[in-house]
T-cell receptor, first 112, second 109 residues
Framework: DVKVTQSSRYLVKRTGEKVFLECVQD?????MFWYRQDPGLGLRLIYF???????EKGDIPEGYSVSREKKERFSLILESASTNQTSMYLC???????????FGEGSWLTVV | RKEVEQDPGPFNVPEGATVAFNCTYS??????FFWYRQDCRKEPKLLMS?????NEDGRFTAQLNRASQYISLLIRDSKLSDSATYLC??????????WGAGTKLIIKP
């Protein structure tokens, strides 16, 4: 069974803290994605990666960075968390042709 | 104008009824289309892909209308367990999936 695992499900962080969100997939997928989802706004793409050490900005990259040192792992970093980054963060992966995207269970981040 | 638009709903539908909703897309180069289901506070999961010829999976039917640039999802004999938010995704020529904001469906007993 395919699996995208987000290690941190619920986090509460203080403004200004550095936050790491980890994502691992076991499907040998080339593509990996980080989205945030907010009520009424749907899924918004933060960053994506087509290969190891490769990254591309999505629609809302400001305030975020990513790291992909290994094919199976894609990390999202908030260098200095702010309250407007309180959201649900979803990691996803897909094969190179993009057919069927699989999501992790989500990480609920609250910044206070 | 958003690239992919959905009626946010909610659609309040009695159990056993048929319900349909659409998703319009603006990029005529979109190549692949998907319907995902998302339960409250859960991740989206693939419901079905949408093929040019349309496809059916049990009580669910998905259709693509390229001329009018929309996809549709029809649910027959709706069940309480169908209550969820339904997201449509449209893939462009760069294999980028563009998402609608979702349509909320509530099935009432």
């Amino acid at each position: 069974d395919v699996k995208v695992t987000q290690s941190s499900r619920y986090l509460v962080k203080r403004t200004g803290e550095k936050v790491f969100l980890e994502c691992v997939q076991d499907m040998d997928h080339e593509n990996m994605f980080w989205y945030r989802q907010d009520p009424g706004l749907g899924l918004r793409l933060i960053y994506f990666s087509y290969d190891v050490k490769m990254k591309e900005k999505g629609d809302i990259p400001e305030g975020y960075s990513v790291s992909r040192e290994k094919k199976e792992r894609f990390s999202l970093i908030l260098e200095s968390a702010s309250t407007n980054q309180t959201s649900m963060y979803l990691c996803a992966s897909s094969s190179l042709d993009g057919n069927t995207i699989y999501f992790g269970e989500g990480s609920w981040l609250t910044v206070v | 104008r958003k690239e992919v638009e959905q009626d946010p709903g909610p659609f309040n539908v009695p159990e056993g009824a048929t319900v349909a909703f659409n998703c319009t897309y603006s990029n005529s180069a979109s190549q692949s289309f998907f319907w995902y289901r998302q339960d409250c506070r859960k991740e989206p999961k693939l419901l079905m892909s949408v093929y040019s010829s349309g496809n059916e999976d049990g009580r669910f039917t998905a259709q693509l209308n390229r001329a009018s640039q929309y996809i549709s999802l029809l649910i027959r004999d709706s069940k309480l367990s169908d209550s969820a938010t339904y997201l449509c995704g449209c893939m462009d020529s760069n294999y980028q999936l563009i998402w609608g904001a979702g349509t909320k469906l509530i099935i009432k007993p």
